[in-house]
């Protein structure tokens, strides 16, 4: 199967930077999209970025301009460069991918999450 590992969380404060990272192991025939979802305390989990094999590029509005998602395909790995942080943006992050193992179906992976938390 495929598994995900998130790295590069933490604290910081409001307006500071984090780089997570999010590599994908296993029995891997393909990936397809992987992208970055986070949830906050009582709120339902959303799509924070996501990227295509090819390098196109989704955003929420909430992190458009702040935040830059960028992939490796040699190394499997997907990274979530966070600037200008705000209290908000707080939340546990999950890494996913959209992948068929060599021995599966194509489905959503997704990696244990997280957390980053911005304050002061």
């Known amino acids: 199967q495929v598994q995900l590992v998130e790295s590069g969380g933490g604290l910081v404060q409001p307006g500071g930077s984090l780089r997570l990272s999010c590599a994908a192991s296993?029995?891997?025939?393909?990936?397809?999209?992987m992208g970055w979802y986070r949830q906050a305390p009582g709120k339902q989990r959303d799509l924070v970025a996501s990227i295509t094999t090819g390098g196109s590029t989704n955003y929420a509005d909430s992190v458009k301009g702040r935040f830059t998602i960028s992939r490796d395909n040699a190394k499997n790995t997907v990274y979530l460069q966070m600037n200008s942080l705000k209290p908000e943006d707080t939340a546990v992050y999950y890494c996913?991918?959209?992948?068929?193992?060599?021995?599966?179906?194509?489905?959503?992976?997704w990696g244990q999450g997280t957390q980053v938390t911005v304050s002061s």
């Open positions: 996913n991918a959209d992948s068929i193992p060599y021995s599966g179906s194509r489905r959503d992976y």
């Open positions: 296993g029995s891997i025939f393909r990936i397809y999209d």
